[in-house]
């Protein structure tokens, strides 16, 4: 199958509340736990990846997150570039450091736990250095 520019690859993956998401793989890959998940099962490519301890609330949080900065990047490069979310490359990226602060003051303390616990499931780097780096702003205030 070949893929065209308005087409992507898509990998499900299933929460532990029994909920299917279909990203596409660029958005996937950025976590590691999916990528290792990926990578040590070729041959499952069709099926459903589970991810037993995040539920479905926090899995669209998560998802949202990369989407948005996945698309955001992609709108500000050229050319393809290894995404970098926590270090705004550019001198300040003010969009992305708005947007990351509305979605974590969405966020209580007991979603930002399980906000943590999530990304750091699914091994989210960027994602678990800014949530970690919230709860400080967060514990300051």
């Not at 660029?26 to 069709?46: H, L, Q, R, W």
């Not at 949202?64 to 290894?82: L, S």
Request: glycine share 2%.
């Amino acid at each position: 199958m070949s893929v065209t520019a308005t087409e992507t690859n898509k990998i499900t993956l299933l929460t532990a509340d029994e909920e299917e998401f279909v990203v596409d793989e660029a958005i996937a890959m950025e976590f590691g736990t999916v990528k290792m998940y990926y990578e040590d099962n070729p041959d499952s490519c069709d099926e459903a990846i589970p991810l037993p301890n995040v539920t479905s609330k926090y899995l669209a949080k998560v998802i949202e997150y990369y989407k948005w900065h996945v698309e955001h990047r992609a709108k500000k490069a050229p050319k393809p570039v290894k995404i970098k979310f926590l270090h705004y490359e550019e001198e300040e990226d003010e969009e992305a450091k708005a947007f990351d602060k509305a979605l974590f003051n969405t966020l209580d303390n007991e979603g930002m736990k399980q906000m943590i616990m999530a990304a750091n499931y699914l091994d989210a780097k960027d994602l678990l250095e800014m949530l970690t780096q919230a709860v400080a702003d967060r514990i300051k205030k």
